[in-house]
């Protein structure tokens, strides 16, 4: 089977309107750039994002947000974003905010086949509403169900051509678990190799869990916030 697309455009064509996607990253690191442009540029629409922020205004997912083709963003992190607030402020889009640890590890249980499990974070707070409680050893959980999605766009370091990936740095985030979660995962990589050219004790996410591939460019890799000190 060849995985390997010739550009992120060819990537996102495959998308209908109406999908839920995966996108990988941590603030602005690790994001894949080239699928979420090239998915802004081809407009598709209706769109459920879970992704741990919603970029920032005008790049990242903001760029989906300005357009108005995200529908519901599930994520954990929303505060650089005015845009983001303003259409949350205004009844345009629909959010479900997530306790950082327990979006990994919905994720994480959507990849394993895990049905739910409880935890402690959020009881008695609006975010155990209308879920499931018990009492474990004298304490509170709630239970909480998997994350899954009809895509997934991860970002990588090094990739060979059937799929192995390699991170590097922040980067290895939210990325290898999101591969595992999706019914079909992209991966855009800055350098893409033949098999066998990467180390298997550096693979992080095996082949198996990549559908397409393809060697992402010009990478802008921005900062959120730049701070310099004064000496």
Known sequence: MNKVLGTAAEAVALIPDGASIMMGGFGLCGI???LIAALHARGTRDLTVISNNAGVDGFGAGLLLKDHQIRKVIATYVGENKEFERQ???GELEVELVP???FSERIRAGGAGIGGFFT?????????EGKETRTIDGKQYILERPLHADFAFVKA???DRVGNLV???TARNFNPLMATAATVTFAEVEQLVEPGALDPDHVVTPGIFVRYILQGEKYEKRIEKRTISRQ
């Open 157 to 159: 370091w090094k990739g």
């Open 100 to 102: 950082q640890g327990t």
């Open 32 to 34: 894949p750039e080239n």
């Open 167 to 169: 991170y590097r740095k």
């Open 88 to 90: 949350l402020l205004g």
């Open 120 to 128: 402690p974070a959020g009881y008695g707070t609006l975010v155990a």
